[in-house]
């Protein structure tokens, strides 16, 4: 699964890893800072696609329905791959909220000694990631329609064949820049969008994974700087 990651980039650095062209539509929505330690609640960059713009918006991580909030449950923060596209939670959001979370890679956790380790995956390239999302953010509709429920979103996840650090069977989807421009683009059906998800993820052996320290594990504004990513035996 996906339960923290980093944005430490720029939209306009993100834009431009997507492709040069899109920083000529580039749109923002909020004001958003530096984040070396994204965690499900807060509101990191979504990208989406409106009228031909290409829009980032400070989005809050999470999702759940009006029943589940009422029940005051913890709300979703990822989507199977396999039951976004039918699953009652998702599936209107697959076919109409499907945006792309960029990251330059994400925290997963081992268990040692009765402690929590992090450690952080990135690619062997040192290229941003571009994680699949879905959201039921809604450019084009009055707040007030918004309100009436809660708007945010999941990153799409699959199966990791016994997981990246050995611990985990789910991952991000993470798409290469053409596939993930097809993966926004509303006119992209939703069975081509279907098997993008499910068949065009970078594989597990693009990626490098080290352990970092565990001040990771706090949820903090202020515990938040490039160190959190320095390998642990560097920053002993």
Known sequence: MCGR????????????????????????????????????????????????????????????????????????????????????????????????????????????????QPWYITRRTNQSIFMAGLSNYRLNEPDAQQQKVEVGFVIVTEDCEGGMVDIHDRRPVVLEPEDALRWLDPETP???????AQTRSIPTEEFVWWKVDRAVNRVDPNNNGKHLLVPISESA
């Open 5 to 116: 990651f980093e944005q430490s980039e720029t939209p306009r650095y993100y834009a431009d890893a997507l492709g040069a062209h899109i920083s000529e539509r580039l749109k923002t929505l909020s004001d958003n800072t530096t984040v070396y330690n994204v965690a499900p609640g807060q509101r990191p960059w979504m990208i989406m696609l409106h009228g031909g713009e290409f829009v980032f918006a400070g989005m809050n991580w999470g999702y759940r329905t009006p029943d589940e909030a009422a029940a005051k449950r913890k709300p979703w923060i990822n989507a199977r791959v396999e039951k976004a596209l039918t699953g009652r939670y998702f599936r209107h959001m697959f076919r109409e909220g499907r945006v792309i979370i960029p990251a330059g890679g994400w925290y997963e956790w081992t268990l040692e000694n009765g402690k929590k």
């Open 190 to 196: 939703v069975e081509q969008a279907a098997h993008i």
